[in-house]
């Protein structure tokens, strides 16, 4: 199988994490509201419009996601360079 280039990561990570969060959230959901026998029949349309809504949401906040994520964790390497400017 061919894979995407190296250039549609920014696209096909939130894609695949949207697709997957939003299939468990929305099974979690519809056997709460309709009990696991109703859940068949109410779970496909409302994964569908939650992946509607979180793909798009998804592809605005991952920027602040990174940013957020690079104050708080270190960067490989850097508490090796670190060491070595002191």
Request: charge should be positive; proline fraction near 6%; hydrophobic fraction near 55%.
């Amino acid at each position: 199988m061919k894979k995407l280039p190296s250039s549609a990561h920014h696209l096909v990570m939130p894609f695949v994490l949207s697709l997957l969060m939003t299939a468990i959230v929305s099974g979690i959901s519809s056997v709460h509201v309709a009990g696991f026998a109703g859940a068949r029949e109410v779970w496909f349309g409302a994964w569908l419009w939650s992946w509607a809504v979180a793909f798009p949401a998804l592809l605005l906040v991952m920027p602040i996601v990174r940013r957020i994520v690079a104050y708080i964790v270190e960067a490989p390497g850097q508490q090796e360079s670190d060491k070595k400017m002191q």
